[in-house]
C-alpha cells in the first residue's frame, strides 16, 4: 500500500467517525407539545384547586354557622375567581418566557 492510499483510508475513516458522532449527538427538543398539555393541565389543575379550596371553606363556614349554603355559593365564585385569576398569571409567564427566547432568536440572527 502506498502512502497515498493510507492517508485516503485514514481520512475516510475520519468522516466516518464525524457521521457516527453527528448521529449520535442530542437532537432538540421536538417534544414541544408535549410542553403546551403539560401547560394545559396545570391550568386546569389551578382552576379545580380554586374552586375546591373555595367550596371546602364555604361548607365548612355553613356548616359551623348553620347558615343556608350562602357562604357556600360566595367562596365558590371567590374560588373561581381565584383560580381564573392564577390561569392568567400562568399564562403571563409562559408568555414572557416565550418572547424573551423570541428576542434571544432575533439577536442571534442579527
Known sequence: MSEHDEKQRL???DARIAAAKKAQEPKPRAD???SQAQLAWRMVI???AGLGIGFGMG???DSLFGTIPIFLVLFTFLGLAAGVK?????AQEV????????AARDD???
Do not use: C, F, I, W
Request: no cysteine; aromatic share 8%.
Open 11 to 13: 481520512a475516510d475513516l
Open 32 to 34: 414541544e407539545h408535549y
Open 46 to 48: 389551578e382552576l379545580v
Open 59 to 61: 361548607y365548612g363556614l
Open 86 to 90: 392564577t390561569m392568567m398569571r400562568s
Open 95 to 102: 408568555q414572557a418566557k416565550q418572547m424573551a427566547e423570541q
Open 108 to 110: 442571534e440572527r442579527n
